[in-house]
């Protein structure tokens, strides 16, 4: 093949700009999708944080679904009741239906509990 005349000249030109167009995209969407995964990571780590942060009240050992969602907003149900049981939290019924959320290390006594007994105080600052 000559490479002196035009047409391979051009051939080997447009093949390296594609090359190069290649490797740029590559590398652009590669730190786009790491920035973004870095974002969602902070998300949902800050959003334990604060769930945990919601159960450590000293006056109260349960809070309710309602309030949690409440207070973390944007999360569907499902993807808070992930976040939550990540942040070290457990899940039970209040006597009269309501779901409600404590940390198990400050409610070990309730492992295994479905519906609690008595209901206890739990903070409830919605209407």
């Known amino acids: ?6 047409q391979a000249l051009a051939a080997l030109v ?5 090359v190069l167009t290649s490797v740029l995209t590559a590398i ?3 730190r786009i ?4 995964a870095e974002l ?7 959003a334990e944080r604060v769930a945990h942060e ?5 006056d109260w050992r349960w809070r309710s679904f309602e309030v949690i969602r409440h207070h973390l907003g944007g999360f569907e149900d499902n993807e808070l ?5 990540r942040a070290g939290a457990i899940r039970v019924e209040s006597r009269q239906g309501k779901e409600l959320w404590g940390l198990l290390d400050r409610n070990r ?5 479905v519906k609690l007994p008595t209901d206890p105080g739990y903070k409830d600052v919605l209407p």
């Open 109 to 113: 006594d309730n492992i295994g509990v």
């Open 81 to 85: 009741r992930k976040i939550l049981v």
């Open 14 to 18: 447009a093949g390296l700009v594609a």
């Open 54 to 58: 919601l159960m450590m009240d000293p």
């Open 40 to 46: 969602d990571f902070k998300t949902e780590y800050a």
């Open 1 to 6: 093949m000559d490479f002196s005349s035009p």
């Open 33 to 36: 999708a790491t920035r973004k």
């Open 28 to 30: 652009v969407t590669l």
